[in-house]
């Protein structure tokens, strides 16, 4: 069976962009459907825990916040959407507090509790205890449900953008729609739209050891629709993810350093001094190369995190979440250091957009972690990544007020059906091991620490992958787990080639064969039509 059906805005993405673009879509009188891969409460946005930047303090100012992005994104800034991004932290914090989320505060309620994280020179971070995701989340998701004007499409899976082009019609090249699985009734869908927008978050899911299983979807799928990607290189990784042999990797706040906990060598030295002045409040790049090099040099598999010179009832009421994931695991963060390793966490690169969040193909938007806007450069700075979800969420959903007309309150007659989809119900009991093998080679070889011979290396061993998928690919029939698959290769492929154009190291990106920044920083915008021209020009 195959549905059709047609929608003014379709949003993918559950997660704090797509939801919040959602509402304010809706509440501008619009009517967006959200589509998600799974339930709301499995997304990255729900299990941020450090919280939101903005300049609310005192002691702080926008010209504070705009420098130390800066400066943390090492000269591939745009200064421009810097200074966007952080103009709209106070207001977004407020909009979220007006729909009902309780960000922790002190002086008896009187003002925001503000925290500090790493690269910060002023405490900025908004936080709800050290369950900031959970907290915003659980109210964006309960007004999102009862909104009477949002249609939440759950469980499904978006095999394709649909542009004017592939299917022939008149015109610039468009996107006109999605053909999705509904995974739970093995249904093929056709949503058509007017607009569409990305909200479909990173692909750190790439890596073995990662804070989240994001596999880069949206980015895959606009780079297929001819969408320029940029900056793939610059992946982030979280210096302080719990290390518990054969679990996954789970993240350990930020904000413990910023209330003063120290890294330490296995035998109890504190090792950050001989690093960065700034010790364990430097960026994370830096965090984690630290982290990297004391493993390498002493021969061990972690170090250590200890904030257990703090008063433990301090302990207790900052970090309740952190504390009782460790106690589950054996650990009690009052008493003793506990292991942490870094972990792949954050995607800086992706979808090219604008200031508005228009990308390369029209009426195709894109909000979060899966957009390249420039706010974030080379390094992403700590508790930007929600700050800049909130903030082109009310951009990109501006942006399509301007141009959407509020529809109708009667149904929309969708178009004729142009293809014909369908399940493919044949045993790919390969894929999963080849995921394992796919994280494996970026992890060994596309990792923190690169070199010209490991990138050369992935190269070829992601191009096997890519020649295994394309042999199983059967272009009529859909099997999300074969999608997925190739989407990850795609990115992986993305994040590799990207690398190695950069003949140099900045901010994320660290290459031994260079090891210095370059004279001229610049983005790596790669153009699928631009790669395949080279390839062809190659053969």
């Not at 469980?155 to 019609?169: D, E």
């Not at 790439?206 to 880069?216: E, F, K, M, P, Q």
């Not at 630290?290 to 040099?297: C, F, G, R, T």
């Not at 011979?453 to 199983?472: F, K, M, P």
């Amino acid at each position: 069976m195959h549905r059709n059906s047609q929608h003014p805005i379709l949003i993918v993405g559950g997660g704090i962009a797509g939801l919040s673009t959602a509402l304010r879509l809706a509440d501008a009188g619009h009517r967006p459907a959200v589509v998600t891969k799974t339930a709301l409460s499995e997304t990255a946005s729900y299990n941020a825990q450090g919280g939101i930047a903005a300049a609310m303090g005192p002691e702080d100012s926008l010209s504070h916040h705009q420098a130390d992005t800066v400066q943390a994104g090492a000269g591939l800034c745009h200064s421009d959407v810097v200074r966007q991004v952080v103009s709209e932290g106070p207001e977004c914090i407020r909009w979220l507090e007006g729909h009902g989320v309780q960000f922790t505060r002190r002086n008896g309620g009187a003002e925001l509790h503000l925290t500090r994280e790493g690269g910060h020179s002023r405490r900025r971070i908004v936080h709800a205890d050290d369950a900031t995701g959970r907290a915003v989340m659980g109210v964006l998701a309960q007004r999102v449900r009862r909104h009477p004007d949002i249609e939440l499409l759950e469980n499904r899976f978006v095999a394709n953008l649909l542009t004017s082009q592939r299917l022939g019609l008149a015109g610039p090249n468009r996107c006109v729609g999605l053909t999705l699985i509904d995974t739970a009734s093995g249904t093929v869908e056709t949503r058509w739209t007017d607009v569409a927008v990305l909200a479909t978050g990173g692909a750190s899911g790439v890596y073995r050891h990662a804070t989240n299983g994001s596999t880069g979807d949206g980015i895959a799928m606009a780079w297929r629709a001819g969408c320029r990607i940029s900056n793939m290189e610059f992946v982030q990784f979280h210096p302080s993810c719990l290390h518990v042999p054969g679990s996954r990797a789970i993240l350990i706040t930020e904000a413990l350093r910023g209330e003063g906990a120290r890294l330490l060598l296995p035998d109890g030295t504190r090792f950050m001094a001989r690093h960065d002045e700034r010790l364990e409040l430097a960026p994370r790049d830096v965090v984690s190369r630290a982290i990297v090099h004391e493993m390498s040099a002493e021969g061990c598999d972690h170090v250590l995190l200890d904030i257990s010179h703090k008063p433990a009832a301090e302990i207790r009421r900052r970090f309740p979440n952190i504390l009782a994931t460790c106690r589950a695991f054996g650990f009690d963060l009052t008493a003793e250091p506990i292991p942490v390793v870094p972990a792949a966490h954050y995607t800086c690169g992706g979808v090219v957009t604008d200031a508005g969040g228009g990308t390369d193909l029209q009426n195709l938007y894109a909000a979060g972690e899966v957009s390249c806007t420039g706010l974030h450069g080379a390094n992403r700075l700590a508790s930007n990544s929600l700050l800049e979800a909130l903030a082109f969420a009310k951009s990109v959903s501006a942006r399509i007020g301007e141009h959407v007309r509020r529809p109708e309150r009667g149904r929309q007659r969708p178009p004729a059906w142009v293809g014909s989809f369908e399940i493919d119900r044949r045993d790919h009991a390969w894929a999963p091991a080849c995921t394992a093998e796919l994280r494996r080679i970026m992890w060994e070889h596309v990792g923190i620490v690169r070199t010209r011979e490991s990138l050369a290396e992935a190269a070829v061993l992601l191009g096997d992958l890519q020649r295994r998928i394309d042999d199983a690919r059967d272009n009529r029939r859909l099997h999300p787990d074969l999608l997925e698959l190739e989407n990850m290769v795609a990115v992986s492929r993305l994040i590799a080639e990207s690398a190695a154009r950069r003949h140099e190291s900045r901010g994320l990106h660290y290459n031994t064969d260079y090891p210095r920044p370059g004279p001229l920083p610049r983005d790596s915008a790669l153009s699928l039509a631009r790669v395949r021209a080279q390839q062809a020009a190659s053969r």
